[in-house]
Nanobody
Framework: QVQFVESGGGLVQPGGSLRLSCAASGFTFSSYAMGWLRQAPGKEREGVSCIDSTDGSTYYAHSVKGRFTISRDDARNIVYLQMDNLKPEDSAAYYC????????????????????WGQGTQLTVSS
């Protein structure tokens, strides 16, 4: 069974930084693209970022481009999301996800962010 355990969320002031982590299991981690999505009350689910398995190419939503950085450690089955210059509108529950088929971020972007599984980790950006 595919399982994800997100961690690293918390309360941070605007302009601050935080790094989220996701420990994955139940599949061949190194063969699949990994991503992060977020869900906030009253807002639509938003795909945040994705990182490919083959060449490590990264992709970002326009709302976070230039501020967030996704990375992965295939030896430890962990995907990270470094968040800098945080804004109040970044406040949300963050979840990590993977693609159903090993096609890469470019082809899997829309489908892989359809559902949020697991408990996620909460980020609150407030002064």
């Amino acid at each position: 069974q595919v399982q994800f355990v997100e961690s690293g969320g918390g309360l941070v002031q605007p302009g601050g930084s935080l790094r989220l982590s996701c420990a994955a299991s139940g599949f061949t981690f190194s063969s699949y693209a990994m991503g992060w999505l977020r869900q906030a009350p009253g807002k639509e689910r938003e795909g945040v970022s994705c990182i490919d398995s083959t060449d490590g190419s990264t992709y970002y939503a326009h709302s976070v481009k230039g501020r967030f950085t996704i990375s992965r450690d295939d030896a430890r089955n962990i995907v990270y999301l470094q968040m800098d210059n945080l804004k109040p509108e970044d406040s949300a529950a963050y979840y990590c996800v993977t693609e159903a088929l090993p096609l890469g971020c470019r082809q899997s972007w829309d489908l892989m962010f359809k559902d949020a599984w697991g408990q996620g980790t909460q980020l609150t950006v407030s002064s």
